[in-house]
């Protein structure tokens, strides 16, 4: 089968590779890809700036169809349509037991430090199947890790409490997924982009998010003004900037919360003001089996459209025509389908 691999560590340019089909072992199961979206950790594998185990295949949002199993115990999982959660641990230590993998010591994730999805078929423990919600297309169901891991930053615990004024910054995919979260949990949400951000807030705008561009005149000041009034009870920052990061939290209320999703450089955190206002302050990285069953009820249930958010799909063979779109930020989330030729 054809796979996109880093074959050497530090910055390296990819390779599409001729490798061996692989075979479940006991306890594992093996999914036959329809799609996988690429992340912005994608690009930090191909520079180097993300730690892997190459050889290995890219790609953690994975989603496709369990065609064989290695155990007869998880016969069940046959023909299932799922998503794959993406870390792969030891099952035994106290973040296992606790229902943090992320947090395991001995955590390799797919995509990085074993075989992603970015081929035909993939290779993971049979605990990590998520079984899809029947009636949400495949175009939506590729971006169920993402959810995943919005569902484990916002909702274990419940950051959103009903009629809380919501910021989110960042208009990427995690952002606009985040906010439509953050409303499904009973919030006033506004998505804060910039200028460059004008056909990402277009399309958030479609679902029914509001959006703000703080480079329009006044917008800036107008939600600064009513952070002063105590409006803004929670910020979820999804951009990673550290500008971002020092503004957010200058516009949480006394008492309110902040939760950092978007990795960031180096920033300025101003703990005694925190401190004075009481600002609770949680990080959100990755996902668990929790946010995942969460992340599948909000599916089910509609409150979360994740469609719209794939602006491109491409074959294997295109791989690096993803990489440059998703360099250059052109549209949202991009697949690649190993089904196309």
């Not at 023909?79 to 010591?105: D, N």
Request: charged fraction near 20%; hydrophobic fraction near 45%; aromatic fraction near 4%.
């Amino acid at each position: 089968m054809l796979a996109v691999r880093k074959l050497v560590p530090g910055a390296s340019s990819l390779s599409l590779e001729d490798i061996d089909r692989p075979e479940p072992s006991p306890g594992q199961a093996r999914v036959a890809v329809f799609g996988t979206g690429m992340c912005g950790t994608d690009l930090h594998i191909m520079d180097g700036e993300f730690l892997t185990r190459p050889p290995v295949t890219l790609g953690h949002e994975v989603a496709g169809v369990v065609d064989a199993v290695g155990s007869e115990r998880d016969q069940r999982w046959i023909g299932v349509r799922v998503a794959l959660e993406t870390a792969v641990t030891c099952g035994t230590c106290e973040w296992c037991r606790t229902g943090k993998p992320m947090l395991c010591p001995e955590r390799l994730s797919i995509g990085s430090g074993i075989d992603g999805g970015f081929a035909s078929h993939v290779v993971v423990p049979a605990r990590n199947l998520h079984a899809l919600p029947e009636h949400v297309a495949e175009r939506a169901v590729v971006v169920s890790e993402p959810l995943a891991c919005v569902c484990n930053a916002l909702l274990d615990p419940a950051a959103v409490n009903v009629a809380d004024g919501v910021v989110v910054i960042g208009p990427g995919a995690i952002g606009i997924i985040a906010a439509q979260v953050a409303k499904a949990g009973g919030g006033r949400v506004t998505l804060v982009g910039t200028s460059t951000d004008e056909r990402r807030m277009a399309v958030a705008s479609q679902i029914g998010i509001v959006c703000r561009s703080i480079d329009e005149r006044g917008e800036r000041t107008a939600l600064e003004d009513e952070a002063r009034a105590g409006g803004v009870h929670l910020v979820v920052e999804c951009s990673g900037t550290p500008s971002a990061v020092e503004w957010g939290m200058s516009l949480v209320r006394r008492g309110g919360r902040y939760v950092q999703m978007g990795l960031s450089g180096p920033a300025s955190v101003p703990i005694a003001d925190l401190v004075a206002r009481e600002v609770s302050v949680r990080m959100g990285f990755g996902s668990s089996a929790a946010s995942w069953w969460r992340a599948m009820r909000l599916l089910e249930a509609g409150l979360v459209d994740l469609a719209p958010l794939v602006t491109h799909v491409l074959p294997l063979r295109e791989w690096a025509t993803a990489f440059d779109l998703m360099r250059h930020r052109e549209g949202l989330k991009i697949v690649l389908d190993p089904r196309l030729n």
